[in-house]
């Protein structure tokens, strides 16, 4: 057995379309296809998440102004919208296992645009919270959902390129997101933010209903009441290779938020850098890691998935050895910050998308399951490292630093644990 994604018997490698595995066929209707249409749609739906955070987070300071809310309750808008989104992929998941991938996609779309607007009317902190919470619960819910369709219509070295080029394509948004959010700020108010994000799921609407067919044919469907359906958790929880590929998965968004959390506190507030040359540089570390992820689909197929991934973590644990023995011995300089940062984010492109790929190939029978799990424990990482790696504040980068050391070598842990036998 290869260490890479097996493509199933029949299926081809490059991801094409050919009857047997990549194109099924439910009862009655014509052939489904994984198209270009279809993964378009999917993109766009996955860009969700980095479009309703990266667009509101620098209107903060405004939003605490005009809702009379201290800085905390505004972070805790954030806040609750990550606990959303990995509600939303826990229960979205097996959902769609049971009742198939484009009703409940569909129904998920809506709840967000109709959350999105009371979040742009939300008179109140109180009431904005709720909305940030059912935005990020719709949200999450279309996210795994619409993940799910592509693994229905993929495996081997198809499932990986297709994934990686949707985690590529989609690196746009952290880039666009930040910038339209300043752009909205100077031009006009912050709740037009929010108007953006229901009109952008309106058009996900749109796009669903006409590109998006059903992947998930009835006798494919698992049928049971909400506790059986996410009772499936536990049984791909107990693979041993779906669990060890989760946990790298998960920890690479650990390290992303890592890096997130406390970039601007190191740049801007321990080296000077000023806002817009932080902007710049934040958005050239988004751009290494998109082209990480588009390269790392060229080589599906090519190179063994899991020596793509250890290239990853290898460029991953250098750079936060880097950042480590910067922060104890020499303050961070900025050039070290710098490069240190640029490899890190680079290398994620590595390693998440090709660990969610080889995760989801180790339980076909539940890949709406499967993808949940894979949301749920990343959005978790995401809400969990933030705060600690921000404990050294302004002075000093260190814990940051330890966090993705750990996290690193833990992956590597997982890695080994998840080998296929020989």
Same mark, same amino acid.
């Given at each position: 057995?290869?260490?890479?994604?097996?493509?199933?018997?029949?299926?081809?490698?490059?991801?094409?379309?050919?009857?047997? %595995?990549?194109?099924?066929?439910?009862?009655?209707?014509?052939?489904?296809?994984?198209?270009?249409?279809?993964?378009?749609?999917?993109?766009?739906?996955? %860009?969700?998440?980095?479009?309703?955070?990266?667009?509101?987070?620098?209107?903060?300071?405004?939003?605490?102004?005009?809702?009379?809310?201290?800085?905390?309750?505004?972070?805790?808008?954030?806040?609750?919208?990550?606990?959303?989104?990995?509600?939303?992929?826990?229960?979205?998941?097996?959902?769609?296992?049971?009742?198939?991938?484009?009703?409940?996609?569909?129904?998920?779309?809506?709840?967000?645009?109709?959350?999105?607007?009371?979040?742009?009317?939300?008179? %109140?902190?109180?009431?904005?919270?709720?909305?940030?919470?059912?935005?990020?619960?719709?949200?999450?819910?279309?996210?795994?959902?619409?993940?799910?369709?592509?693994?229905?219509?993929?495996?081997?070295?198809g499932l990986v390129r297709s994934l990686n080029l949707i985690h590529g394509v989609g690196g746009i948004?952290?880039? /666009?997101?930040?910038?339209?959010?300043?752009?909205?700020?100077?031009?006009?108010?912050?709740?037009?933010?929010?108007?953006?994000?229901?009109?952008?799921?309106?058009?996900?609407? !749109?796009?669903?209903?006409?590109? /998006?067919?059903?992947?998930?044919?009835?006798?494919?469907?698992?049928?049971?009441?909400?506790?059986?359906?996410?009772? !499936?958790?536990?049984?791909?929880?107990?693979?041993?290779?779906?669990?060890?590929?989760?946990?790298?998965?998960?920890?690479?968004?650990?390290?992303?938020?890592?890096?997130?959390?406390?970039?601007?506190?190191?740049?801007?507030?321990?080296? =000077?850098?000023?806002?817009?040359?932080?902007?710049?540089?934040?958005?050239?570390?988004?751009?290494?890691?998109?082209?990480?992820?588009?390269?790392?689909?060229?080589?599906?197929?090519?190179?063994?998935?899991?020596?793509?991934?250890?290239?990853?973590?290898?460029?991953?644990?250098?750079?936060?050895?880097?950042?480590?023995?910067?922060?104890?011995?020499?303050?961070?300089?900025?050039?070290?910050?710098?490069?240190?940062?640029?490899?890190?984010?680079?290398?994620? =492109?590595?390693?998440?998308?090709?660990?969610?790929?080889?995760?989801?190939?180790?339980?076909?029978?539940?890949?709406?399951?499967?993808?949940?799990?894979?949301?749920?424990?990343?959005?978790?990482?995401?809400?969990?490292?933030?705060?600690?790696? =921000?404990?050294?504040?302004?002075?000093?980068?260190?814990?940051?630093?330890?966090?993705?050391?750990?996290?690193?070598?833990?992956?590597?842990?997982?890695?080994?644990?998840?080998?296929?036998?020989?």
């Open positions: 057995m290869t260490d890479h994604a097996t493509p199933t018997p029949g299926a081809p490698t490059d991801g094409s379309p050919t009857p047997g %595995s990549p194109t099924l066929r439910a009862e009655g209707t014509a052939p489904v296809a994984l198209s270009m249409v279809v993964l378009a749609t999917v993109t766009l739906v996955s %860009s969700i998440a980095p479009l309703a955070t990266d667009m509101y987070v620098p209107a903060f300071p405004h939003v605490g102004r005009d809702l009379a809310a201290s800085a905390t309750q505004v972070q805790l808008t954030l806040t609750t919208f990550f606990v959303g989104m990995a509600l939303g992929q826990l229960v979205g998941g097996p959902v769609s296992d049971a009742r198939g991938r484009r009703r409940p996609l569909l129904v998920s779309l809506v709840v967000l645009t109709v959350a999105s607007i009371v979040c742009a009317f939300s008179p %109140s902190i109180g009431l904005m919270m709720a909305a940030r919470f059912v935005q990020g619960l719709s949200g999450g819910s279309a996210m795994v959902t619409a993940r799910s369709v592509v693994v229905d219509l993929a495996h081997g070295a948004a952290p880039i /666009v997101g930040p910038l339209l959010g300043g752009i909205i700020l100077q031009f006009t108010h912050w709740r037009v933010s929010f108007w953006v994000v229901a009109a952008l799921a309106g058009a996900m609407i !749109a796009a669903v209903a006409v590109g /998006v067919p059903e992947s998930l044919p009835p006798e494919r469907r698992h049928r049971g009441e909400l506790g059986q359906l996410l009772g !499936a958790a536990g049984t791909v929880l107990r693979h041993r290779g779906f669990a060890g590929y989760l946990v790298v998965m998960a920890f690479s968004m650990g390290v992303t938020f890592a890096y997130v959390a406390t970039s601007a506190f190191i740049l801007q507030l321990m080296n =000077g850098v000023s806002p817009i040359m932080y902007s710049v540089d934040f958005a050239a570390n988004a751009v290494g890691l998109t082209l990480a992820t588009l390269f790392a689909a060229r080589l599906a197929g090519r190179v063994p998935t899991r020596k793509v991934i250890g290239v990853g973590l290898a460029l991953t644990g250098a750079a936060g050895l880097l950042l480590l023995v910067g922060a104890v011995w020499f303050d961070t300089p900025l050039a070290v910050a710098l490069v240190a940062f640029f490899v890190l984010m680079s290398a994620q =492109g590595f390693i998440g998308p090709n660990a969610g790929a080889l995760a989801s190939t180790q339980v076909p029978d539940h890949p709406g399951t499967g993808s949940a799990v894979l949301g749920f424990l990343q959005w978790c990482m995401a809400g969990v490292v933030a705060p600690l790696a =921000g404990l050294g504040g302004e002075r000093t980068a260190v814990p940051m630093a330890v966090i993705i050391v750990v996290l690193v070598a833990v992956s590597a842990l997982a890695m080994r644990i998840a080998r296929p036998a020989p």
